[in-house]
């Protein structure tokens, strides 16, 4: 029998190259990512901030964090999910991306939901 985790958030994320936006002579590649959020946990809890490292393929690497994502700091109770989209630039047609939400839980304990890397890549460039 699994025992479930009372902190347990599970992040999954998904991209697309957005080519309508990206200008490769000037070395600028847009993607979108949508990013689901799932509480697989037994404690209800809020997305309170994030914090996410976007490294190009030249090694530039820069840290984004703030409140919520989207404006929002949406709360889940288990097995809830909530689901958003975004976007970033990068410089080169290959990168990667990660970080972490920090979350509170109904009973104040604060945690971290791990976000795990995914590939920023142009398509047809990356096997």
């Known amino acids: 029998m699994k025992t479930s985790r009372r902190y347990e958030i599970t992040v999954e994320p998904a991209v697309r190259y957005l080519e309508d936006q ?38 530039k690497v820069e840290e984004v964090r703030g409140l919520g994502v989207i404006g929002e700091q949406p709360r889940l109770a288990p097995g809830e999910r909530y689901e958003y989209t975004s976007g970033t630039a990068i410089a080169t047609p290959v990168g990667t991306m990660h970080g972490s939400y920090q979350m509170v839980a109904e009973d104040g304990t604060r945690f971290d939901a791990a976000i795990p890397e995914f590939t920023l890549s142009v398509p047809r460039v990356l096997h």
């Open 22 to 59: 990206s200008d490769e002579a000037a070395h600028r590649y847009v993607f979108a990512y949508t990013i689901t959020i799932r509480n697989t946990g037994t404690e209800p809890a809020q997305l309170i901030s994030r914090h996410w490292i976007i490294t190009d393929s030249n090694g």
